[in-house]
């Protein structure tokens, strides 16, 4: 069942974090879209760049404060934090620089109703750090054979899966290390987003279909609908802007069609992962 984001939880921020470790999936597209999607809903909302190096959620903010100011126009804004890697030469203490950076940015967003955090499209202490944290784990992977390897190896000729990726196995550590940590047996949610989804009924997706009904039983995650190829989000990102934001008239961006199919995808997603009513 989706978790219920309608809600603050008591105990602090809800944290939903964006993690795959493989690169141009949509991570940085999907988090600025629920950070716009929650600041919609009248929430306060922290958001965390763990991949520094990269920076694009970074970026994605700072040009949405750059597009209001020269604008004039009043965009939400999340409080946004970024961790760099650690610089320090010997891991141990380079992991223990990193967990106090990361620390001390939750601490800082520790008010907020909601926080969330976009991890590197790599295995890195930052990433484990990030996923430790998560009350909903978003994975987006493009609809294919070649990004579904990154949760598990399948058998090119059935189409089977053999056995779980590394990036699973660090997931299942990741749900542990966080039930330890609450001493609790709760875990967090973990979705699966198929992004560029073809249109078509085909082959390719028909076995993706199959693939990934059956490593959602053996692995525990949900799959949800993403987004499928859109020109509109690059040219959103270099303006900061989100779907949620074109509605208004100032924006300089005139809807059409693709924006409509698009605006109709997010509310899907939306409403799989518990934040209804935005879009």
Known sequence: MPSDLSNSAAAGPHILVLGNEKGGTGKSTTAMHLIAGLLASGKQVGSID???????????????????ERHGQSLRLPVHRTVPVSDFPNKSEADADELARFTSAMTD????????????GRDSNLSKLGHSMAHILITPINDSFVDLDVIASVDPDTGRVRHPSKYAEMVFQQKIERARRDGSNRTFDWVVIRNRLSQL?????????????????RIGFRVAPGFSERVIFR?????????????????????????????QELRALFQAIGLPGVV
């Open 50 to 68: 763990l991949d520094a190096r990269q920076a694009t959620l970074t970026r994605y903010v700072e040009n949405r404060q750059t597009f209001a």
């Open 109 to 120: 967003l520790a008010e907020m109703d909601a926080i969330v955090i976009d991890t590197p």
């Open 201 to 217: 009924d085909s082959k390719n997706r028909k076995a993706m279909d199959a693939a990934l009904e059956e490593l959602a039983k």
């Open 235 to 263: 040219e959103l990102f270099l303006q900061g802007l989100t779907l949620l934001d074109i509605r208004d008239k100032d924006s300089g961006v005139r809807m059409n069609m693709s924006h409509l199919a698009a605006r």
